[in-house]
Nanobody
Framework: QVHLAESGGGRVQAGGSLRLSCSIV????????VGWFRQTPGMERECVGR????????YVADAVKGRFTISRENDKNMMYLQMNDLAPQDTALYYC?????????????????WGQGTQVTVSS
């Protein structure tokens, strides 16, 4: 079993920054990728970015490219999402997820483990 826990959410004004952290503990031997997702009420969960377990390859969604950076700290089993130049449309509940199998997927249905989420609210 793998357990994930997010932290770092909060309320910020437009143009501000936040750094989300995700701790990943448990039996990670089969984990191939971890990712950040976000969801607003009534909407599908969408991938913001993902990174392979070894940190070698990353993907960042077009909507946040140039503003958000995803990274890993392998020896600490941590993942981060640095969010800069935040906008009100970035307001959402942010989740980290971990998956086994093919690492090239942004589909949340392909992810096997999830954290509880951390709320990010951006005011204009």
């Amino acid at each position: 079993q793998v357990h994930l826990a997010e932290s770092g959410g909060g309320r910020v004004q437009a143009g501000g920054s936040l750094r989300l952290s995700c701790s990943i503990v448990g039996n990670t031997a089969d984990i191939t990728a971890v990712g950040w997702f976000r969801q607003t009420p009534g909407m599908e969960r969408e991938c913001v970015g993902r990174i392979t377990w070894n940190g070698a390859h990353t993907y960042v969604a077009d909507a946040v490219k140039g503003r958000f950076t995803i990274s890993r700290e392998n020896d600490k089993n941590m993942m981060y999402l640095q969010m800069n130049d935040l906008a009100p449309q970035d307001t959402a509940l942010y989740y980290c997820g971990a998956k086994r199998g093919n690492s090239n997927s942004e589909n949340p249905q392909h992810y096997d483990y999830w954290g509880q989420g951390t709320q990010v609210t951006v005011s204009s």
